[in-house]
Each structure stands twice: as structure tokens, then as C-alpha cells.
């Protein structure tokens, strides 16, 4: 099935043509995108880089047999998810959280140490769901990718992804409940 | 059309507090959140975690993620496989080989004697008397 014109159409032509060239304007254009992504789904930032690297590689050695039937950025999306979801299985590692609230040191700003509060009492909110609630939330709340494009990066359907992600924004609310009941947001 | 109840509305509030939803579910939905204040406050909880996830700060790419792509994009790869051609060519190139190896060793390389020939030969020398000819019986 064909989508809808990709803004990346034109320069995945050239990129899929063998030009250097337009896949690193995809790269430089993407890279922020995929390892935040990494990043959030395993907590260390050498696996993401890792990871990241691995994406673009793969991306580059399938481009080839890619047939357009998505957007180049679910695409892309759609290989980082499988490589970070295998790595998770395979490791059953993503990087513990120090959930330590920091104390204020004296020089700090006051908005600085909030801040600091703050990210801690998410992250530490999205590292508890389970990996795949994890990377439908990133997917969405993060990367902005409609359900559709959830759906074209999990390889999932779309009630299994409107359920994912039922679950996954309830058990947030808890959590981030809690965090507002110890004041951290 | 049947109005949704708490439970089927529920279900749908995520989506629809991320601007997923559309069509009669939509509807349905809008029809029950009119009359029930608890779904309504519901759907404003998730609308307002989606905010507060959003406050935090976006992880920065390290600064060399594009070079190392594409220094690794433009090694050339490891030949995993031989080509069709250079593999049948090879398979000529030892089969030639081993056809002149086997041709030249019988010409070049002496056939060694039986033991009968060298003991003939012995005994000749030292005029031992000759083996018994059994052959032909």
C-alpha cells in the first residue's frame, strides 16, 4: 500500500541511488530524534549511541529493498524499536535509576535544583513501565509519531497500540501522582 | 447510536486526549464526557500528564553520531560471499590443477618396484635361485 507524499522522498531517491551524500542529510536531519529515543528506552548513553549508529548502518544497507510503504522516519523509527527491543530482551538491562532526590547545593538556583527535581521524577515515571509501554509513550509523547506511525514502528495494530498506550499513560498517573504528592513536580 | 458507558469511555480517553480519536467514536465519546464530570476530569488528568512529560529536557546527540555513521557507511564491507563468477573460476582453477598434478606425477615421478622386482633383483646380484613362477596356473 502506498502512503501519502514524504517530505524525505526525494532525498531517500538519491540516498537509495548510492549517494553518500543524501543519506547524510537523513542522518543529520534524524540523529536527534533516534537517540533520544535510545536514549530514553535504555538510560546509557553508549547504548544509545550504539544503537543509533546501528540504526543508520542497517537503514542505509536496507535502503535498497525499501519500499516506501511507510514514511522514511517510521521506518527508521521501526528499526531503532527492534534493535533496542532485542537488545532489552536479550540484556534485561536498562540502566537503574538513581532516584535519590538531590539535595540543593548552595550555589544552585533555586529554578536550577527544581528542574533537576522534576526531570528526575519523569524519567524515573518512564523507566518503571515495561519496554514496550515505555517506547509507545516515547513514541508518541517525545517524537510526536501519530498512532498510525506507532503502529508502522512497533510493527503492532492499532488497537494493540491504543491499548499499549491506555495502560502505559495509567500507570504514569500513578506515578506522577505520587511525585506531585511528594512535591518533586 | 448507543452511548458509551464509563468503562468503553475510559479506554478511549487516552487517545482522545492525544488527538487520536475521530469519526462516530468520537462522538459517542463527547456525548458521555457531556453528562459524566468524572470521565470529563479524567480526560483532563491525561491531558495534563501528557504537559508534565513533556517538561523535561530532550537527551542531546553526542557530537560525532553522524561522522561515525558514515566513516563506518563508507569502509568498504567484508566479502562475506564469493561471486558467482570468481567462485565458478576457482572451481575450474583447482580442478585444472589437480588434473596436472596427477598427469605429471605419473610421467615425472619413478614407479616404485613391486617386492617380487626387487627381490629379482637382489637375487640376481647375489645368484640366489629364482621365486617359483605361479602365474598362469
Given amino acids: 500500500m502506498r502512503r501519502n507524499p514524504d517530505p524525505d522522498d526525494a532525498v531517500v531517491g538519491r540516498a537509495r541511488s548510492g549517494e553518500p551524500a543524501a543519506f547524510e542529510e537523513l542522518v543529520r536531519k534524524y540523529q536527534a530524534g533516534v537517540y533520544g529515543y535510545l536514549f530514553r528506552m535504555c538510560r546509557n548513553a553508549a547504548d544509545a549511541e550504539d544503537l543509533a549508529q546501528e540504526t543508520f548502518i542497517r537503514a542505509w544497507q536496507a535502503l535498497p529493498r525499501f519500499r516506501q510503504e511507510s514514511s522514511f522516519k517510521t521506518w527508521l523509527y521501526r528499526i531503532a524499536t527492534n534493535l533496542c527491543l532485542n537488545r532489552l530482551s536479550r540484556t534485561r538491562r536498562t540502566e537503574p535509576l538513581d532516584e535519590t532526590i538531590p539535595a540543593r547545593t548552595a550555589d544552585e538556583p533555586q529554578e536550577a535544583w527544581q528542574r533537576k527535581r522534576r526531570t528526575l521524577a519523569v524519567e524515573s515515571a518512564l523507566a518503571a513501565l515495561p519496554p514496550d509501554q515505555r517506547s509507545a509513550v516515547i513514541l508518541s509523547v517525545y517524537e510526536d509519531l501519530s498512532y498510525a506511525e506507532i503502529c508502522a514502528a512497533m510493527g503492532k495494530s492499532i488497537p494493540s497500540v491504543t491499548s499499549l498506550l491506555y495502560r502505559a499513560r495509567n500507570a504514569l498517573r500513578q506515578s506522577l501522582q505520587t511525585a506531585r504528592e511528594k512535591g518533586l513536580l | ?137
Fill in chain 2, 1 to 137: 447510536m448507543k452511548t458509551m458507558n464509563c468503562e468503553e469511555t475510559r479506554s478511549l480517553l487516552v487517545a482522545l486526549a492525544d488527538g487520536e480519536l475521530a469519526g462516530p467514536d468520537r462522538r459517542r465519546i463527547e456525548e458521555h464526557l457531556a453528562k459524566c464530570p468524572e470521565c470529563t476530569e479524567e480526560l483532563s488528568a491525561f491531558a495534563d500528564d501528557r504537559k508534565t512529560l513533556r517538561t523535561i529536557p530532550a537527551p542531546e546527540a553526542p557530537p560525532f553520531l553522524v561522522t561515525r555513521v558514515m566513516v563506518r557507511i563508507s569502509a568498504p564491507a567484508p566479502r562475506m560471499w564469493l561471486s558467482p563468477a570468481l567462485a565458478a573460476s576457482l572451481v575450474l582453477v583447482t580442478a585444472a590443477g589437480l588434473w596436472l598434478g596427477t598427469a605429471l606425477g605419473r610421467t615425472l615421478i619413478p614407479r616404485r618396484p613391486s617386492e617380487e622386482e626387487r627381490y629379482c633383483a637382489v637375487a640376481s646380484a647375489l645368484s640366489l635361485p629364482r621365486l617359483p613362477d605361479t602365474g598362469g596356473e
